[in-house]
């Protein structure tokens, strides 16, 4: 008898903006505290799995060549966790993995995560598997803070490693425009900067995460400007003072505010609405500070299944 192999699964599953970023100590397992609002944006990567005699990673589309396709991708950690999880033999999973990108590579929007992200949410579907989000995302927390995000999007407070995560109702739609950097940056590199800088002097600090999400509840995009915040953008522009330039631009263009994304050195401006956001991503772009830029919306849903091909 003819087994039947089910069809390959795709999932789309977005980037994510730190609204406000709190790093605390490092701690003994090498992580910081950390407390942080995320926004899940439109801009995303397409992940497909399906079952094959050659297992592996390929990796199309922005940044690809730079994105490792070996045991160190985070979406092949996602698909030997989870078959471990399972049962199966995560040496043999007999998986392929096709990762399309459009989330800058080491860019500070957690595209590796979102890969991780997605690959779990794919597997567990093509492998028809009875398994929560809440029991993926303790799966997701052993392989990257960001992980969890990916797998729950919109809009949400993390803690601890960034990676216990509470959503919050945050109902307006915010726009945004994204400026990509010339090149990457390491995030453990980006801790490491934040670390020196605060042993040498104080750079300065976010306040408390409540006043953004009042301002993320407000839906106004002039109060939540005021309230943005990223205790990581001081080592970002340490290691990269190019970025200063792109910051200057984006508000030159007219952005209510720009902030670095995460540990960098993709930039993000958040805009008053999305006329505004197209003129101010014309201007950006025109000003040679950046690679790339696009415009975005937030929030978005997490990692999701978008379509199965039939088998034919
Ligand atoms: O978990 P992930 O692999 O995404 O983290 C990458 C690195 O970022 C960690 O190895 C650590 O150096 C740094 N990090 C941190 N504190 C956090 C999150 C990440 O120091 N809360």
């Known amino acids: 008898m003819l087994a039947v192999v089910p069809p390959p699964v795709t999932v789309r599953v977005p980037a994510k903006v730190n609204l406000h970023l709190a790093v605390g100590n490092l701690r003994a397992d090498g992580y910081h505290d950390m407390v942080t609002v995320f926004q899940a944006l439109s801009l995303h990567d397409d992940v497909t799995v399906a079952i094959a005699d050659d297992p592996g990673i390929e990796v199309l589309g922005e940044g690809a060549d730079s994105v490792p396709t070996g045991p160190s991708n985070l979406a ?89 995560i509470v959503p919050v109702l945050a109902r307006h739609p915010f726009h945004w425009v994204i400026a990509f950097d010339k090149g990457g940056l390491s995030t453990p590199e980006v801790f490491t900067e934040l670390d020196r800088l605060r042993a040498d002097g104080n750079p300065p600090r976010v306040g408390a995460a409540e006043a953004v999400l009042e301002g993320l509840s407000s839906g106004d995009p002039r109060q939540l400007a005021l309230l943005l915040g990223n205790d990581l953008q001081a080592a970002a522009v340490s290691l990269r003072p190019n970025l200063r ?42 000003a040679g500070v950046c690679r790339t830029v696009r415009v975005a919306q937030g929030p978005m849903p997490g990692a999701r299944v978008i379509a199965t091909e039939e088998a034919p």
């Open 76 to 164: 092949w950690k996602a698909v030997r966790a989870l078959a471990e999880h399972v049962g199966r033999d995560p040496e043999e999973p007999k998986v392929r993995v096709v990762i399309r990108k459009n989330i800058p590579v080491a860019g500070g929007m957690a595209g590796g995560s979102a890969d991780a992200a997605a690959a779990l949410v794919g597997l567990a579907s093509l492998w028809r598997l009875e398994i929560g989000r809440d029991e993926l995302a303790l799966l997701a927390r052993k392989i990257g803070a960001d992980v969890p995000f990916a797998l729950y999007g919109g809009t949400a407070l993390g803690t601890d490693r960034g990676d216990q």
């Open 245 to 286: 330039r792109t910051l200057r631009a984006g508000v030159n263009a007219g952005a209510l505010a720009g902030m670095v994304s995460g540990s960098g050195p993709t930039c993000a401006f958040l805009c008053s609405d999305a006329d505004s956001a197209v003129r101010v991503a014309a201007e950006l772009a025109g």
